[in-house]
């Protein structure tokens, strides 16, 4: 129940093209959904989050569309462009902590120029 | 303002041996918490301190021990290492209580090798 679960491993898309990548959760206690972006040698940055009070949110070319009844979520780049190439995490955790991140095992996206 | 830094950035020890890894929390942060990364996977919440004590813990054995100090720095211990152990290991820092809840940090990891 505390898993979170990511698809696809793997995306190649071409330059403009529109990755989208999806998770999906078990426990209905999560109510903080970030997306993470990790390049090669780095740790993640935080790219976008959403919480479950709102179906879409948006930041420059990144949405986060989210489906409460569904429990899953998903990550949309607009226009993507080669720099985008890195490998994406989702992650969840619960409103009565301050920590423990649940996270996804990772799309790696590359997007062709 | 100052991101998270960790050190050291690489280390290889040899099975059975000990490890200290360090992480400066980001300026104005007083939560830390360290996560497990291996390789092609995503990271494993190991433990985070608050107020210089530990306030969660994740599936990890007590040989994973931490410390946090009153500037908020901190640090992970690992005894015994196994070869298992060999990982990326991260530092995040956020501050608690936040409006801008849970929104953690990462600094870029130490990438621990154990042979």
């Known amino acids: 129940q505390q898993q979170v679960k990511q698809s696809p491993q793997s995306l190649i898309v071409q330059k403009g093209g529109i990755p989208i990548i999806n998770c999906a959760y078990e426990?209905?206690?999560?109510?903080?959904f970030p997306w993470y972006q990790q390049f090669p040698g780095k740790g993640p940055a935080l790219l976008i989050a959403?919480?479950?009070d709102v179906s879409e949110k948006k930041e420059g070319r990144f949405t986060i569309s989210f489906n409460k009844s569904a429990k899953q979520f998903s990550l949309h780049i607009m226009d993507s462009q080669p720099g985008d190439s890195a490998t994406y995490f989702c992650?969840?955790?619960?409103?009565?902590?301050?920590?423990?991140?649940?996270w996804g095992a990772g799309t790696k996206l590359i997007i062709k120029p | 303002e100052t991101g998270v830094t960790q050190s050291p950035t690489h280390l290889i020890k040899t099975r059975g041996q000990q490890v200290t890894l360090r992480c400066s929390s980001q300026s104005g942060h007083n939560t830390v918490s360290w996560y497990q990364q291996a390789l092609g996977q995503g990271p494993q919440f190991i433990f985070q301190?608050?107020?210089?004590?530990?306030?969660g813990r994740g599936n990890f054995p007590p040989r994973f021990s931490g410390l946090q100090f009153p500037n908020y720095s901190s640090e992970l211990n690992v005894n015994a290492l196994e070869l298992d152990d060999s990982a990326l290991y991260l530092c995040a820092s956020s501050f608690f209580p936040s409006g801008s809840y849970n929104e953690q940090f990462f600094g870029p990891g130490t990438r621990l090798t154990v042979l």
């Open positions: 992650a969840a955790s619960k409103g009565d902590s301050n920590y423990q991140l649940i």
């Open positions: 426990n209905t206690a999560f109510d903080y």
């Open positions: 301190y608050y107020r210089e004590e530990e306030n």
């Open positions: 959403i919480r479950p």
